[in-house]
């Protein structure tokens, strides 16, 4: 009996579909921005090989719906078995070459290689993740041939088959977006969470009567969560900043309020607020305004670098708004976090603006990824047009900021577009690895933004519509990070980039989404233009705080 189910099932399957299917798992085989484990590998072929097998079927049953001519008989035969041999032969092929691929890609990233890709175990969980989804599609049909069913006995056959899509599209609909993404986004705001609630041993609440948790704080040490603890704890030490200035130096203020700090946004915004004014926020010399990633992480390498670069005579505040993962937030709620960030900027810029203008500090927006994106959606131009601030650094900008996008597309014909150079600099300008910041011939103007950003990084460059089109940043010259062996493939090179996003946090220090301190000196150096720093003292700061791995 199982036998014969097998049989019925195997016929059942399109060869057109399993045809076309193969390519798509072979094409996803082959290196794209970041090293990907065995099980994204496995289950990123298997979604492959499902779309590439939907698109067969579709494009099978469009062939015969116009009717076009077929092969019949044993040439037919002939042809699907010469066809489907040619497949296997790639398959096996491009799984052989897979470990290959990755550890070029991982030499280029300056990381030690793999063993092996475990092509039998990526080929098994693809078959897998392949059977699911086929299921499900099946399951779709069934449900909109039952409409159709039904609604023929009141309407001609074709407006029937089509209602009984349509029916079947808002059932599914339905069950994902409103029972399943609830169901997965619920369950991770409940994991992390929980994680965010942990107080670690070994980060101890600070003695200063100054730092945010310590005992004179407006906000309790629990309350700002994991991510804020660990961020105001990890403020640098004076004596830490003294081994690289000469003179006085300060400790760094970082204010921090978590999400459970109040039941508010305002509440949250308001209590930050006023522990920036507690602690002496407005007196320090450089003030900024960091907006966390979705799970309220602060790259430490991205505060504590301008904390060294001013000597400690730096403010920092931020507010948290998720426990969700960026990637997820991004790809699932854009929009999550836009109000915290506008909140904080609004209260603070207010107060800011209405200080001398001698007497108040150096004022910068920051955001990594996430909080990239909706630190740009913070500031609105025509309401600081009249009393600008001085700066922002934007690291690791998403795909979907839409300011990001517009000065790409106006970048200056001659340059990249993983590395543009958008009219003669004296406003914004971009960095990588290799710095690019002071090749211009005009000189900073008044208010100074770098965006810094690795051509590796998928959370940037990621590109819905590469499932038709190349990217732009695959033409011409490509990034120093980015493999030669990448190719575009219709379909296939957008999956593979949107599994990417997910492990783009996983990739080496200094590629992918994994942004370095080093580079981070280098971006605040231009933007906040610090005194007293030689290229030798810059050179050994780098040495000592730098995160970056060398010989």
């Excluded at 965010?196 to 730092?211: F, G, I």
């Excluded at 931020?318 to 937030?329: G, N, T």
């Excluded at 011409?476 to 593979?496: I, K, N, Y």
């Excluded at 780098?542 to 791995?549: C, E, F, P, S, T």
Aim: aromatic letters at 10%.
């Amino acid at each position: 009996m199982l036998q014969d189910l097998a049989e019925r099932l195997l016929r059942s399957l399109s060869p057109v579909g399993l045809i076309l299917g193969t390519l798509f798992f072979a094409m996803s085989l082959t290196p794209s921005l970041v090293p990907r484990p065995f099980v994204m590998q496995g289950l990123l072929s298997g979604v492959a090989l499902a779309a590439g097998y939907g698109i067969g079927v579709l494009g099978r049953w469009l062939w015969h719906y116009l009717e076009l001519p077929v092969l019949h008989g044993r040439s037919r035969w002939v042809l699907k078995g010469l066809l489907g041999l040619f497949c296997l032969g790639v398959a096996i092929a491009f799984l052989l070459q897979a470990s290959a691929w990755q550890n070029a890609l991982r030499a280029l990233m300056q990381v030690p290689p793999v063993d092996t890709s475990r092509p039998l175990s990526v080929g098994l969980l693809a078959c897998a993740v392949f059977a699911v989804l086929l299921a499900l599609a099946r399951l779709f049909g069934l449900c909109a041939r039952l409409a159709s069913r039904v609604l023929n006995r009141l309407v001609p056959r074709r407006i029937s088959a089509a209602a009984g899509l349509l029916v079947a599209f808002l059932l599914f609909w339905s069950v994902i977006d409103g029972v399943f993404a609830r169901f997965v986004m619920n369950t991770f705001d409940a994991s992390f969470g929980q994680l965010d609630a942990l107080v670690e041993d070994e980060v101890a609440a600070p003695q200063d009567a100054l730092a945010t948790g310590g005992a004179d704080s407006l906000l309790a040490w629990k309350d700002l969560g994991r991510q804020g603890r660990r961020f105001v704890a990890a403020t640098p030490a004076p004596e830490a900043l003294a081994r690289f200035a000469e003179g006085a130096v300060q400790r760094p203020l970082r204010v921090y309020a978590g999400l459970t700090s109040a039941d508010s946004i305002a509440g949250r915004v308001e209590l930050a607020f006023q522990e920036l004014l507690r602690s002496g926020g407005f007196e320090r010399a450089v003030l900024v305004i960091v907006t966390p990633t979705g799970t309220g992480w602060i790259d430490p390498g991205a505060i504590s670098s301008l904390e060294y670069l001013h000597r400690g005579d730096v403010a920092s505040v931020a507010v948290q708004y998720s426990y969700l993962p960026s990637w997820l937030s991004l790809l699932a709620q854009p929009d999550y976090g836009a109000d915290t960030a506008r909140a904080l900027f609004q209260r603070v810029y207010g107060h800011w603006q209405g200080l001398p203008a001698e007497h108040r500090p150096r004022l910068y927006l920051h955001g990594l990824s996430l909080g990239a994106l909706n630190s740009q959606r913070s500031a609105d131009a025509w309401d600081i047009v009249g009393d600008p601030l001085h700066g922002a650094l934007w690291s690791g900008p998403p795909f979907r900021s839409t300011n990001w996008q517009w000065i790409t597309a106006q970048r200056n014909p001659d340059s990249p577009a993983w590395l543009p150079r958008f009219r003669d600099g004296a406003l914004i300008r971009f960095a990588n690895q290799d710095g690019a910041l002071e090749d211009f011939d005009a000189p900073w103007g008044p208010l100074r933004i770098v965006y810094l950003q690795y051509a590796s990084d998928p959370v940037t460059f990621f590109d819905p519509l590469a499932f038709l089109r190349e990217p732009e940043w695959l033409s011409g010259p490509r990034g120093p990070d980015v493999s030669p062996a990448l190719r575009w493939f219709p379909v296939v090179t957008m999956l593979q980039l949107a599994v990417d996003i997910a492990a783009a946090d996983n990739a080496p220090i200094g590629y992918g989404h994994a942004y370095a301190t080093e580079h981070y000196i280098d971006a605040w150096r231009a933007v906040s233009a610090p005194q007293g720093w030689s290229e030798a003292e810059i050179g050994r700061l780098k040495a000592v705080i730098g995160d970056l791995q060398r010989d």
